[in-house]
């Protein structure tokens, strides 16, 4: 897993973003300092679109606080999927992504005028596409045994994967396809500097024969 901050990417202001490599990210936890106009701290992970996004966060206590919690995309909308005020204790959020971009969990820590500097501690887990599913609730439901659960759990992961491996295939042909158009276009370029740069040198050469016939120096 690796952290690191980016400015900029939610609102005004500086914002802090916890960008995680690898998903599912389980039991992040962090302080949370609050103030009167505060930037937004995001995590960040990547999601495919139509994947089940689950967002398990416990808010700490806090006098003179307000914390927001925001759910959106990083692409260039901003798809807002979800936006919740004043939220304490435990909470639990699910969305559906709808686009190939990164899914940011967004807190904002509001603090009262006049209040002294204060933090919340937060705890969060974030699980995306399989490990969103609760295989016991489905165990429960359709009366499953531990081995056909376990079967159920890597029917996703590998439903998972061959959705992984298809987008990157897609992903690849769209680069190809790219990469062949550029080839193109810097063809049709070179030739056509070429033809151009042989255009021109004729009409230099019959510019000059024609100007030195005028001043009678070549027949």
Not at 23 to 45: G, M
Not at 72 to 96: C, H, M, P, W
Not at 128 to 140: Q, T
Request: a neutral charge; charged letters at 25%; one cysteine or more.
């Amino acid at each position: 897993m690796k952290l690191c901050e980016v400015r900029g990417r939610v609102g005004r202001g500086d914002d802090t973003c916890l960008l995680l490599l690898s998903q599912p990210a389980h039991a992040i936890k962090f302080a949370l300092q609050a103030s009167r106009f505060p930037a937004a701290k995001c995590i960040w992970n990547a999601a495919h679109p139509g994947a089940l996004v689950i967002v398990t966060a416990n808010i700490g206590p806090g006098e003179h606080q307000r914390v927001d919690i925001e759910i959106l995309d990083s692409g260039q909308q901003r798809n807002v999927y979800l936006s919740k005020k004043n939220i304490s204790g435990e909470k639990r959020f699910a969305i559906t992504s709808h686009s190939e971009e990164d899914v940011g969990v967004c807190f904002r820590n509001y603090l009262e005028p006049e209040a002294k500097p204060r933090s919340r501690v937060i705890d969060l887990d974030i699980d995306i596409g399989a490990d969103a599913v609760d295989y016991n609730a489905i165990a429960n439901q359709e009366s499953l045994s531990g081995l056909e659960t376990e079967m159920r759990k890597l029917e996703g992961v590998v439903k998972e994967v061959v959705d992984e491996l298809d987008y990157l295939k897609a992903r690849e042909e769209r680069f190809q396809s790219t990469n062949m158009s550029t080839n193109v276009r810097v063809q049709s370029f070179a030739w056509f500097t070429i033809f151009s740069l042989i255009g021109l040198g004729l009409w230099q050469i019959f510019h000059l024969r024609a100007f030195f016939k005028r001043k009678y120096l070549i027949d």
